[in-house]
């Protein structure tokens, strides 16, 4: 029973990331930050250059952390799903590189982000244009 019972915990923590991912994700897509600020939204020294560098990075961080929540869904239950009913040594270790996994796809973002900040922008915050 106790395996079980920690089993469900760590299957419940495992799914707390693509979780967060996927609301964030729409709260994002739908509602992102308006204004510029400290301490909510997609903060980086080239998000923050305009507010139009804001706005983009806002929607798009949304769109990436909600695509990649969704894809994440499935590799964070599937290995638990091969420990069931082993010993909590066993669905801990499975459960900790699950997370580890989660984690690097979600600081993978930034990167993504980062990228389309500078493919649409120059390094002042001004949309390029075509001809750029």
Known sequence: MV?????????????LVPGVMI???KE???NPPREINPGYGYR???SSKNQETW???????????????????IPSVLPLLFVLGRDVGAVGMVGMIAC???LA??????AVVERALKKNFDKNGKRKTETD
Not at 3 to 15: I, K, R, Y
Not at 105 to 110: D, K, P, T
């Open 55 to 73: 706005d983009f990075a806002q929607k798009y961080m949304g769109e990436v952390w909600h695509r990649a929540g969704r894809v994440l869904l």
């Open 100 to 102: 580890g996994v989660q």
């Open 44 to 46: 980086t020294p080239r």
């Open 3 to 15: 395996n079980l019972l920690f089993w469900l915990f760590v299957l419940a923590f495992d799914l």
């Open 105 to 110: 796809v979600m600081l993978a973002s930034i």
């Open 23 to 25: 609301g964030f994700g």
């Open 28 to 30: 994002f897509m739908k």
